[in-house]
């Protein structure tokens, strides 16, 4: 299982998940979020770097991924397959949905051939980083085989229910972690996510 820490903005702090061993470390370019990452450091290659970008204008994403050597977007808007067809070639897309208790996961269908990961997120005021699960037990709806990310408010105390997900049948690539290991808005209690990372490998 793979671990994505998500919403980073300080060098200091993503350079100690590099020493950790994290996979995938998240910088969210929406500017509206309170971890909204203006510059985005450089780190090392074992790292990959994600740009998270809600219905931001093509002609943007494809800069910022340029700018800041993105190895993967995630989409966390309504884009649609369109959109994510127009993406294809500039990096490997992940693309996020909020799920709720009558989400319908046939609609991820036409999603399939033009997106690389998808990442199942809780239903929140905000487009992401609300801090709160969602109901795991409805991704027994879940019938393809694109590899997903989890998210949505998984915290120290959640290993347990994470590694039952990794026991199931669902093809989880990787866990997406934020606001649970947070000192405040984009610093990261990396000792904790430590922790996370070392139980998770038990």
Not at 109 to 135: A, H, I, Q, R, T
Request: net charge positive; aromatic share 12%.
């Amino acid at each position: 299982m793979k671990i994505k820490v998500c919403g980073m903005k300080f060098s200091e702090n993503v350079s100690n998940l590099v020493d950790i061993g994290i996979d995938y470390v998240g910088f969210i370019k929406w500017q509206k979020s309170s971890r909204f990452s203006s510059n985005t450091p450089k780190i090392s290659d074992s790292i990959k770097k994600v740009g998270v970008f809600v219905d931001s204008p093509i002609s943007e994403i494809k800069y910022s991924i340029k700018k800041n050597n993105f190895d993967l977007v995630q989409l966390h808007g309504n884009e649609s397959i369109d959109y994510c067809h127009s993406l294809k070639g500039s990096s490997l897309i992940i693309k996020a949905f909020n799920i709720y208790e009558k989400f319908c996961f046939s609609k991820l269908e036409g999603y399939e051939d033009v997106c690389d990961y998808f990442l199942f997120d809780s239903k929140g005021v905000l487009p992401g980083g609300n801090g709160k699960k969602f109901d795991w037990s409805l991704l027994k709806n879940y019938k393809l085989e694109k590899p997903f990310f989890i998210s949505g408010g998984i915290g120290i105390n959640d290993i347990f229910q994470v590694k039952e997900l990794i026991k199931s049948n669902l093809p989880v690539h990787a866990v997406d972690i934020n606001s649970k290991f947070e000192n405040s808005p984009g610093e990261k209690n990396t000792e904790l996510i430590k922790l996370f990372k070392e139980k998770l490998e038990l």
